[in-house]
């Protein structure tokens, strides 16, 4: 099982307001309560209601969750960055973040799985940024709790390829709702004042002939927010068939997640990431 090794630079009460203090969630610390062993003083075991003092060496098991069991594939993975703490990875466009009822056997979080496996048997596949499964891009796995949760304001940025011409930076400010059928939540969202608020920062880049190519940030980031806001004002993305229409120019969604960046959570340096655009992402804008 993994350990993160805490020095304690002050004296507190109990275990549990170090940890707080540190950013772990209610849900983690309830975890490291259930089994004796999960946490560790001076390699002696302790509890959450233990006293901490300073020069002390706290040591927390950072994958109290039972293991990811779903089912592994051995889908290519385009591997960015990787460290003890994170995996960041190029998802391709068609392929799923995560496991469903209609993709199951082939999806981004079964091949992590596989991967991870041969270097820690316990793993539990922690998913920070999910993109949809039309969309391209980088998307970062965290390799264990602590991690998870220390993980914060990570800047993202897209580029997407649009019908028409958008010749000025515009801000779309329009709540999104989920449409759902008896209460099963249904693929489509749409543009409407009882839905959840969603932010999209738009700036043209290029204008090719009868389109344009946008650098776009989001301050909510709900599902579709990009292919949603695009659409209602007129301007779907290429080959959204959801929110505009197939193209016989590109197999998939003209959107790619190309650029993040975050302060990472253990070491503190701050990590820029960029990748290029896709062959056929390419082809649209040259």
Known sequence: M????????????????????????????????????????????????????????????????????????????EIVFE????????????????PSRSHYDENLAGAVLNYMLNKDPDFVVRIVNRLDKDTAGLVIIAKDAYTYSKLKDVKKKYYAVCEGEIEHNIILDFPIETISNNG???????VSPLGKPAKTFVTPIKHMKNSTLLEITLENGRTHQIR???????????GDEIYGQKSDRINNTALICKEISFTHPKTGEKIQLEIDFPADFKSLIE
């Open 83 to 98: 460290d003890e703490y994170l995996l960041i990875v190029n998802k391709p466009a068609g392929l799923t973040t995560s």
């Open 184 to 190: 099963i939540n249904q693929i489509r969202r749409i």
């Open 228 to 238: 949603v806001h695009l659409s209602y004002i007129g301007h779907p993305l290429i």
């Open 2 to 77: 993994k350990f993160e090794t805490f020095f304690i630079d002050r004296k507190y009460e109990y275990i549990y307001y170090y940890l707080k203090d540190q950013g772990f969630s209610e849900a983690f610390i309830s975890s490291l309560r259930t089994k004796r062993g999960l946490i560790l003083k001076n390699d002696e075991i302790a509890n959450t209601r233990t006293p901490l003092e300073a020069g002390d060496i706290l040591s927390i098991a950072m994958n109290t969750r039972k293991k990811s069991s779903f089912k592994t594939n051995t889908h290519p993975l």
